[in-house]
């Protein structure tokens, strides 16, 4: 537009000249060597325009020509330059997509016509970062450290190779070094506050949070949610051996991010120990109100020790009130009820979630089976739906799940990385682990009540043994003692009664007509004398040696007595 209006202005100049010119006429006169010429005034000033004109174009030949080296010179290094740019530009394209021999080549390039570009070692860093060769992308990012327009540049890249080679106290120290250079860089700051958290220097890392957000490094927002992870993470490394300032700094994170679960549970605990069970009640309930989770459903219900289950129930019953239709609502309710031995509420509660049932709420039904009906075998029926059922959410951190929550990441150290989610490809969880302790206790207890009432009916029915015992033997009169018998024992020939040989005398037996006392006499208690047995004596055999020695046993014929038996 001004170049439009200069041209037109030019336009108008021109014009007015030559009319100013043509209402004017004259002539003008040059004597050259006596001679005069003559012509016009437009007819002059065009040739000395003309004239000019060829001067100038003299003038501009003649200084090329003095100059030519030097333009010469000057066309080449552009030339050189968009050659060396077009390749860093190719090279950096070919890194994006992970052409290594594309990379490779225009390294070369570049190095050969841009060698001292920032950029051209930029370049050979990540050239050898592609290939591998990390001794080669450490050489480039410190010669990218030496000078100053590169230096943080060069200082992130040794950061990062340092990571990648697993040395943390050089990784660490170069972030330091960043971080003083530069307090407004994001990744030194971030890799500070990383490395003081997992040193457990909370405070530490709280300072670098400050200085960062003091020159506006980072949001409001963002400031106020790190500083509340790091006071929770201080609080919960404190909870143990330092209550009183673990409670000052949970109730200051809670104040800054009221729905961070970890913050509002310590918190709850510190304050109900502390018997601010009111605040603690409210602290837990705003943070389940937006994020109920198992472990707030746990610090309300044991808030205050030693309550009985009908208690915590109640507690529950307030605090899924906030969160009514929520699937942890529920659960935390039917544990409480079945704790409580509430166990018909507990399956109106779980009743909803049996269509699509997790894996705790599979091992809360075992659990209400073996403690309301005492049916070990239903029991174990849930337990084994509980490995086929969806996985319950749990805390996971780059793709690793965590019995507890951390400040950091287990993996790549960053700062809240920790979220409430469901795992991928995790047949159980920590939760999980401990709702399965819960099932395995309620069976043992059930097979404990069983074995207990069976060993006291086995002892009932002892005793009424017993007891039927005693009374039958004071009802029945005692009896007497059995009278001998005479056991005859055939022998094969017929026998003669006749006396012992007179040179021997059998000590055993004496042969006499008078009865003889029996011993059971004395024992039948009433002092009645014993019929006397009769007394058979036997013939000696042929092959008998004698009253001293054992008659030998023959076989019983029918009919016919040898000895007597059972005295």
Known sequence: MIRLVLFLLLLVAITFGVSWLADRPGEVTVVWEGVAYGTTVPVALAVIAV????????WRILSLLVRSPKIIAAFSRRRRREKGWNAVTRGLLAV???????????????????????????????????????????????????????RLLGLRGLHMEARKAGDKVAAYAIAEEAASAAPTLGWAAD???????????????RGVLERQMALKGIDKAQYRRRKAVLLAAEAIALE?????????KAVEAVRLAPTLVPAAACAGRLLGAAGELRKAAKVVETAFATNPHPELADVEAY??????????????????????????????????????????????????LLAEPSQRVCLLMAE???????????????????????????????GVVSHAWAAVSPVSGKLDAFVWEVPPGVSATPILEHEAERVKAAIAAVRASEEAKAAVAAAEAAALVAAAEAEAAALTPPKEEPKPELVVVPEPEPAVVVA??????????????????????????KGKPARPAPIVALPPLPDDPGPEGETPDEPETPGKKRRLMGL
């Open 500 to 525: 012992p040989p007179p040179p021997v005398k059998p000590a055993p037996v004496t042969l006499s007509p008078e009865p003889v006392p029996a011993p059971a006499a004395a024992a039948n208690g």
């Open 303 to 352: 808030l205050r020790p030693g309550d009985a289950a009908q208690d915590r129930l109640k507690r529950i019953r307030t605090l899924v009130n906030r969160a009514p239709s929520h699937r942890e609502s529920a659960i935390a309710l039917s544990r409480a009820a079945i704790d409580a031995q509430e166990f018909a509420q507990a399956r109106l509660v779980l009743e909803p």
């Open 240 to 248: 143990h051996s330092d209550p009183l300032v673990a409670r000052e």
């Open 191 to 205: 890799a500070v506050i990383e490395a003081r958290c997992a040193a457990g220097d909370y405070a530490g890392a």
């Open 368 to 398: 209400l089976e073996a403690a309301e009906h005492a049916d070990i075998g239903k029991a174990r029926e849930w337990t084994a739906r509980a490995v086929r059922a969806n996985r319950d959410p749990a805390w996971i951190a780059d």
């Open 96 to 150: 994006g997509i992970g052409d290594n021999a594309a990379v490779r080549q225009a390294r070369h390039d570049a190095a050969r016509l841009l060698p001292n570009e920032p950029l051209t070692h930029l370049l050979t860093a990540q050239a050898a970062q592609l290939d591998g060769k990390h001794e080669v992308a450490v050489a480039a990012f410190r010669a990218m450290v030496d000078k100053p327009e590169t």
């Open 51 to 58: 004239v000019a004109g060829l001067i100038l174009i003299l």
